[in-house]
Structure formats: C-alpha cells, structure tokens
Nanobody, 127 residues
C-alpha cells in the first residue's frame, strides 16, 4: 500500500515561491510515477506536473511551465514541487498521487490513472 503525505503549502504573495514535498512511507515508492494535482474552490481537479518512476521524464500543464519544477529523490521516498513566480490563480489544494501501475513507461495526466492520493496541502497566493 502506497501512503503519501504532502507538506510545504502556505500563504505567499504573488511572485513568491514555495516548495511542496510528497513523502511516501512504504518501500515501493521508487517504482511509481508520482503526480501533483490541484483543486481550487468550485473548480475541477487539475493535473499540474508528474515525474516518471526513474525521475528521467517530467510533464507539466502549460500554465506552470517555466515556473514549476518537479523532481524526486527515491532514496528519501520524496517528490518535490518547486513553485516559483506564483500567481493568485495558483491558489488551490495541492495533492500528490501515485500512478496505479508501477513501472509505467508514459507519464499520464488524468486523475483516474492515479490510485493513491495524499490528503493535500493548501497553497494560497495573495495579489
């Protein structure tokens, strides 16, 4: 069973930065693609970024390209999301999740492809 815990959210002014962490307590973390999703009030959950199980491939939603960077440290069972140049529209609860299929070759961006979800961390960007 994959169990994920997010941290690092908070309140920041527009233009600021935050670094989110997603830690997995089990022993199978390194075989799964890990993704970050976000959900703002009244909006659908949205894919933000993902990193392949080996860490060699990444994918981002267009709205965060050039501002966010996803990375992973499998030795520490942790995935990071470095968020720079934050905008008010980045305000949301951010969730990390593990792909339901281990060793998947292609990064997937739909929420239904991910089976294991953390409880989320709130990111609020003030204007």
């Amino acid at each position: 069973q994959v169990q994920l815990v997010e941290s690092g959210g908070g309140l920041v002014q527009a233009g600021g930065s935050l670094r989110l962490s997603c830690v997995e307590s089990g022993r199978t973390f390194s075989i799964y693609t890990i993704g970050w999703f976000r959900q703002a009030p009244g909006k659908e959950r949205e894919f933000v970024a993902a990193v392949s199980w080996r860490g060699g491939s990444t994918k981002y939603v267009d709205s965060v390209k050039g501002r966010f960077t996803i990375s992973r440290d499998n030795a520490k069972n942790t995935v990071f999301l470095q968020m720079n140049s934050l905008k008010p529209e980045d305000t949301a609860v951010y969730y990390c999740a593990a792909d339901r299929v281990p060793w998947v070759l292609e990064i997937r961006t739909t929420g239904s492809s991910y089976d294991y979800w953390g409880r989320g961390t709130q990111v609020t960007v003030s204007s």
